[in-house]
């Protein structure tokens, strides 16, 4: 089993920066897959990144690309979620969680964070 708990969120204006961190209980880390997903108000869960347990394959929602990075630390435990040049539209509560394939798919993950507030001011 893994206990996931995430930091990081915060109130911003668009254009700037948070780095979202998820911490990891267990020695299992390295065996999943972790990813991060994001809900606004009235909006259904969605995915956001994917990283591989090593950390050599990522992939990305379309409308962060370029914006936002995965990655992870197998020493701490630790996956990470950079977002540089925020905007509204990215306002959600994210979660980091963890899964045992590499998966997009919300149903395919089995352990979730409580999740981290970001709000992004225009």
């Known amino acids: 089993q893994v206990q996931l708990v995430e930091s990081g969120g915060g109130l911003v204006q668009a254009g700037d920066s948070l780095r979202l961190s998820c911490a990891a209980s267990?020695?299992?880390?390295?065996?999943?897959?972790m990813g991060w997903f994001r809900q606004a108000p009235g909006k259904e869960r969605e995915f956001v990144a994917v990283i591989s347990q090593g950390g050599g394959a990522t992939r990305y929602t379309d409308s962060v690309k370029g914006r936002f990075t995965i990655s992870r630390d197998n020493v701490k435990n630790t996956v990470y979620l950079q977002m540089n040049d925020l905007s509204p539209e990215d306002t959600a509560v994210y979660s980091c969680?963890?899964?045992?394939?590499?998966?997009?798919?919300?149903?395919?993950?089995?352990?979730w964070g409580q999740g981290t507030q970001v709000t992004v001011s225009s």
């Open positions: 969680a963890a899964s045992v394939i590499f998966s997009t798919v919300v149903s395919t993950y089995n352990y």
């Open positions: 267990g020695r299992t880390f390295s065996t999943y897959t």
